[in-house]
């Protein structure tokens, strides 16, 4: 019987940089117009949608917050 098991370690998966994938459910009125700024500004639904949230988040506010 062998007296050690050598596993080699896994190599960084694809995908591992910084970023994870989200899923959302939108009414499609929402999707059009997304897609309508995508268009127009020639990015890509996800690019609209990050520059977007990023803005948002930047900006929003609590309501109650002390």
């Known amino acids: 019987m062998a007296e050690k098991i050598t596993i080699k370690r896994k190599s960084e998966r ?3 940089d910084g970023h ?3 899923s959302v459910r ?3 009125e929402l ?3 997304l897609d309508t700024l995508a268009e127009t500004a020639n990015r890509s639904r996800n690019e609209i949608i990050n520059l977007l949230l990023e803005s948002a988040v930047d900006i929003v506010e609590i309501e109650g917050e002390e």
Do not use: L, S
């Open 14 to 16: 694809r995908g591992d």
């Open 20 to 22: 994870k994938i989200v």
């Open 26 to 28: 939108m009414r499609d």
């Open 31 to 33: 999707i059009a117009r």
